[in-house]
């Protein structure tokens, strides 16, 4: 199994790692700073490179355990002392949304008691899913306000890896369905925006509120008496 470089330092963008795997046109590392797909967050691209020789890779995945590099052409041999570069623009736009979302997630819950039921990100635009009643299209700008003032107020935001029983003790982690988490897991690693949002999360995330930009709600749809979804875009701010 892999070190996961990104679960640390969500802004290391190049890395050298050795290549533990490899699988018709996929390779394992020792270790990465590639994101893979999950929590909602697509993966990374970008590439590898070794002895003049480069590889794009353009999916990653995770399959049990081991975090697998999809590459173009024929894969480096196991043993091979890699280079491996993310593609930055993606990934940090990728930062910005999902932080945007935790910040949506967390003036819904504040300002008006509704929990998220899903959530889809890619680059600068997003949706999330809420248990959310009483909204109405009158509350979108209200909504929108409201997280724009999350990122002018420049929150920094804090990632740990806690023990399982440490995690589980903190009250405000019990809304995000953290008792959903599998008995084996030891550690849970945690999101937290510093007085706004806390969640067991995987994802990366900027360091700062103010890093998002600006936070438009481009759609609403109810898609039921209950049921609400909002769709965002991450502009500049
Ligand atoms: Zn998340």
Redesign the pocket.
């Known amino acids: 199994m892999s070190l996961w470089l990104f679960q640390t330092d969500s802004y290391l963008r190049e890395f050298t790692a050795r290549i533990t795997s490899s699988q018709e046109n996929r390779v394992a590392l020792d270790q990465t700073a590639f994101y893979p797909t999950g929590?909602?967050q697509p993966c990374d691209h970008g590439l590898l490179s070794a002895d003049g020789r480069q590889w794009a890779v353009a999916n990653v995945r995770k399959d049990g355990d081991e975090i697998w590099h999809e590459v173009e052409g024929e894969p480096p041999d196991v043993g091979t002392v890699v280079t491996g570069a993310i593609a930055w623009d993606r990934r940090y736009a990728l930062m910005r949304t999902?932080t945007a979302?935790?910040m949506l997630a967390g003036v819904i819950w504040r300002n008006y008691g509704a929990q998220v039921t899903g959530g889809n990100m890619e680059p600068l635009r997003a949706r999330m899913d809420f248990e959310f009643e009483s909204m109405r299209r009158e509350l979108v700008e209200e909504i929108e306000q409201k997280v724009n003032q999350e990122v002018t107020a420049a929150r920094p935001i804090h990632v740990s890896i806690l023990p399982r029983a440490e995690a589980f003790a903190i009250p405000d982690l019990i809304r995000t369905k953290i008792n959903l988490l599998p008995e084996g897991i030891e550690q849970v690693r945690v999101?937290d925006i510093v007085g706004l949002d806390l969640?067991a999360?995987g994802?990366t995330h900027v360091a700062n509120t103010r890093e998002v930009g600006g936070v438009k709600i481009v759609d609403y749809k109810s898609k039921g008496k209950i049921n609400k979804r909002l769709e965002i875009a991450i502009v500049d701010g």
């Open positions: 929590g909602g999902h979302l935790h999101v969640q999360d994802g």
